[in-house]
């Protein structure tokens, strides 16, 4: 979002839709929530729809008149899809040209054959974390499961050996490192600067992943002593390619936007300068828009081209790419919508005011309140958005690094215990033959150790930086 459309609904929230007292703010924002999670998860309702009339109840609840909590929702859903909509597009867009042109299979083969016995797990976690850079959650684990089930069977492994470190993987990128669209609509939500919260989130992830992924896949290996299931066992997606891109090449590829944004946070921070002609440039070459549309444009010869792939393939894998991402970007928009209807209504403010009395820091707070969403609608990405709204004003006299830690702390709490009001729950029990019991005993107990050990190095980074 541009400083001129955060200035202006800054604006906006100085005078709330209501004059509610902090009891009914309270009440109202409970409330809010509660039809959120009980359309989510009692009426099976899509989150988009349950973030819309949740946003229109708050406002009620807050005694805002219907007109003013409309307003307030639709400029906060209409700001939110023009901060973070077209990043999330262009990040599907360069994902779908990874799958299709065998560029991920290409990394998986590659590093797979250099690593053997003991090394598997980490191998496995070090091809979910690069896949998973560009590549939505549910898409990444689509993408993985053949991989994970063959070597599971061929290398005659233990499946939550190999499965657990790749769904680690996925799961600590998508939480905390942009531009996954939950890390990206609370950067615009508490104006981080990306830079530092790429690095910083870089900083957090690698000690995360280890821990939850090839550590504790020992021990859910003991728990869960599972065969990799025959009938999960689906075709690899460019099995039919006659020639797909080298591995160096794809790597340069997937990495290039996470180097352009990083260049931007370490000429921002060496400069110093914003009318520096130097840094003037990098702040064009680093941001989100410049730095994926590069490599949507890149990989489009890289990949693409390299794989064989005519104009009208590619223009077809672009199309293709953009039609799954609908529903997310409603629902990232739905929830910038309930996020301003929380700060119109004075929710921000009253959050700001209260914690001043409490000896919690901010960003425990952060990470506390994403938790309890999280905990209650199943959805990372609805428990950032609702909790980046929540604590937005805490961010007002930060500096830029701790500002990121809290943009972290908000996506380390967002993947808190997984369990059946989650769709990702479900997707890993059948895509790994699991029953309910075995799937909280590794899937629900990784997502929260990942939670749990990326909010203490955030609060621990908070210490020194």
């Known amino acids: ?46 989150a988009f ?19 003013k909590a409309i307003t307030s929702f639709t400029a906060g859903l209409g700001s939110t899809v023009a901060g973070v909509g077209v990043l999330i597009a262009l990040g599907a867009i360069l994902g779908k040209l990874l799958a299709d042109s065998g560029g991920a299979d290409q990394i998986v083969d590659t590093i797979l054959a250099k690593a053997g016995g003991r090394g598997m797990p980490w191998a496995m976690v070090l091809i979910a974390s690069v896949i998973g850079l560009p590549l939505f959650f549910e898409v990444g684990i689509v993408l993985l499961i053949p991989v994970v089930l063959m070597v599971a069977k061929r290398g005659n492994y233990s499946l939550m050996r190999i499965g657990i470190p790749a769904l680690a993987g996925l799961s600590v990128m998508h939480g905390l490192i942009p531009p996954h669209p ?19 989130g870089v900083l957090v992830a690698i000690p995360t992943v280890i821990i939850a992924g090839p550590v504790f896949s020992k021990y859910a290996a003991r728990w869960v002593d599972v065969s990799a299931p025959e009938k999960m066992m689906p075709q690899r997606p460019t099995e039919d390619l006659e020639k797909r891109p080298g591995f160096g090449v794809t790597v340069a590829t997937v990495l290039l936007p996470v180097v352009m944004m990083l260049a931007k946070a370490l000429v921002d921070i060496i400069v110093d300068n914003p009318d520096h002609t130097v840094q003037r440039v ?26 064989g792939f005519t104009k009208g393939q590619l223009s077809t894998t672009v199309e293709k790419s953009l039609a799954p991402i609908a529903g997310v970007l409603m629902i990232v928009g ?65 500096s830029d690094a701790h500002t990121a830690l809290l943009v972290l702390a908000i ?38 150790i990942i939670s749990v050990v990326a909010g203490g190095l955030v609060l621990l980074l908070s210490l020194v930086i």
């Open 282 to 307: 990098f702040d064009v070459v680093g941001s989100p828009l410049i730095a994926l549309l590069a490599a949507v444009l890149v990989g489009m010869f890289t990949l693409g081209r390299a794989a």
């Open 182 to 200: 939950g890390p990206l609509v609370a950067i615009d939500a508490v104006d981080a600067n990306l830079g530092i919260t790429l690095a910083l």
């Open 411 to 448: 996506g380390a709490g967002s993947l808190f215990f997984s369990h059946v009001n989650d769709a990702g729950f479900w997707l890993v029990k059948e895509y790994f033959g699991l029953d309910v019991g075995q799937t909280i005993k590794t899937w629900s107990v990784m997502e929260t």
């Open 49 to 67: 729809l349950a973030l819309t009339i949740g946003s229109l109840a708050l406002g009620a609840f807050a005694g805002a008149p219907l007109d």
């Open 334 to 398: 739905a929830g910038g919508g309930f996020k301003q209807t929380l700060i119109d209504s004075g929710v921000g403010k009253m959050v700001l005011e209260i914690s001043k009395d409490w000896s919690i820091p901010a960003l425990l707070l952060a990470w506390l309140i994403a938790v309890v969403i999280r905990l209650a609608t199943g959805s990372a990405t609805v428990a950032t958005i609702s909790a980046a709204g929540l604590v937005a004003p805490l961010a007002a006299d930060m």
């Open 1 to 46: 979002m541009s400083s001129l459309s955060v200035e202006m609904l800054a604006a906006d929230a100085v005078e709330p839709i209501t004059s509610a007292g902090h009891a009914q703010l309270g009440i109202a924002v409970l409330a809010g929530i509660a039809v959120i999670v009980l359309l989510i998860t009692k009426f099976k309702l899509h």
